[in-house]
């Protein structure tokens, strides 16, 4: 969160120093750390502790905001935020919230009774007159179910690394000295406010009985990441599990070349782009070839993270070198998400491509002229013989007759 003096009256706590003692015990002692040495003018760091804390639900948790002793004596605040609220802490009504000064070095901010909305990062901002403001570096709070001794749950898997769109299932087992069947299971995403409940949506499925309970998640998207517990409540007792962290990821495939017009409206040039899925996590390599040799130049490459969380790439490559037919280019993908990069090709075609086509097209014509005339020619000729034939035949049958007659009159008496 940036800091702006000028808001510090009306947005936030403010703790003003005044030289008294500490009515909190600190984890170590800051005055012997802190003391010897002092800040000049231009800059300064602050640091906090603990790093990382787990209370029980209900628990009380002090962090502490440590910065070096200044060379002038000057006025110095200190504010308290949450990582991913817009506003600092103030003291709340219930007194659940307190600031104050812990040294000469150091401030604090103490919260009772935890819940677990209280759970996530909380930074502490120190401001000096006339100069910028320092964050510190932050502390983590978890907030947990304490364990009863009659009461023991085990959750599993531990980790579960998967890809969108796919199901996946947390398994939660408990295991009570009486009766547990009128035991109530419940389940919570880390640094949600809401517990998840049938109902709630419909990738959600829960199941609970015999001393088991499972929690399946449909069709996840990277948005479902996070540390997932179960917890189990019966009468005045109630423990919680170890928690199943879900990494979701997504593969950059498919990959695929296609021609772009080029910007440059260079005579000649090829300009292509190289276009693959949205994926997730970070961390995507794209590398260019040509005819199995490397590219460095020509390469424009974006790379963005979109509103739904995944992150999207893409490549163009202008080569600016005489377009030849049949070079080869390649666009290589890599991500952690693959065990082998995945690659798209492009092969330039025939610069010419009617001519074949127009080859191919005459000679189809003229075979067809050249069958179409010997079809006409053996036409004719059949249709000549058997007129032929016919006329053959016909001299023929005048000749018989003739014959016959004469044979005819010369044998009558």
């Known amino acids: 969160m940036p800091l702006a003096a000028k808001k510090h009256n009306r947005l936030g706590h403010v703790s003003k120093f005044r030289v008294r003692k500490s009515i909190f015990p600190l984890p170590f002692d800051v005055r012997k750390t802190s003391d010897s040495r002092t800040a000049d003018r231009a800059s300064f760091s602050v640091s906090q502790a603990p790093e990382e804390v787990a209370v029980s639900r209900g628990g009380n948790v002090t962090f502490y905001c440590i910065f070096p002793i200044f060379k002038e004596q000057s006025w110095v605040r200190i504010l308290w935020w949450k990582h991913g609220e817009n506003q600092y802490l103030r003291s709340s009504a219930g007194k659940r919230k307190r600031f104050g000064k812990a040294s000469k070095v150091s401030g604090f901010f103490q919260l009772l009774g935890a819940t677990f909305e209280d759970a996530g990062i909380y930074h502490c901002s120190v401001i000096r007159q006339g100069l910028l403001g320092r964050n510190g570096t932050g502390s983590h709070l978890i907030v947990h179910v ?6 023991e749950v085990t959750q599993i898997p531990e980790n579960i690394y998967s890809f969108i769109g796919t199901n996946i299932a947390f398994d939660c087992t408990f295991l009570s000295f009486q009766d547990d069947s009128d035991a109530n299971v419940y389940w919570w995403k880390l640094g949600e406010k809401q517990m998840m409940h049938p109902g709630s949506e419909s990738r959600k ?21 996070g540390v997932y517990y179960c917890g189990v409540a019966q009468e005045n007792r109630a423990a919680n599990g170890s928690g199943s962290t879900l990494i979701v990821s997504a593969l950059p495939t498919p990959v695929k070349i296609v021609p772009h017009v080029s910007e440059s409206n260079v005579p000649g040039s090829l300009t292509l782009l190289c276009e693959m899925a949205s994926f997730h996590p970070a961390g995507l390599t794209i590398t260019w070839y040509k005819n199995n040799e490397s590219i460095a130049t020509g390469i424009n490459t974006t790379k963005q993270l979109s509103r739904a969380g995944m992150y999207e790439a893409w490549s163009y490559f202008e080569d600016a070198q005489p377009i030849r037919e049949g070079t080869v280019y390649i666009c290589l993908v890599s991500h952690v998400t693959l065990q082998i990069p995945a690659m798209a090709s492009y092969t330039v075609p025939n610069c010419n491509p009617g001519r074949g086509s127009r080859i191919f097209g005459y000679t189809r014509l003229a075979l067809t002229f050249v069958i179409l005339m010997t079809t006409i020619i053996m036409l004719f000729k059949f249709s000549d013989c058997k007129v032929r034939r016919q006329r053959t035949q016909a001299i023929l049958s005048s000749s018989r007759t003739t014959d016959r007659c004469f044979c005819e009159r010369n044998l009558l008496p």
Request: proline share 4%; charged share 15%; aromatic share 8%.
């Open 146 to 151: 304490a364990a009863h001794p009659l009461l």
């Open 205 to 225: 499925r829960f199941v609970t009985g015999n001393g088991k309970a499972s929690f399946k998640l449909l069709n996840i998207s990277v948005q479902d990441s």
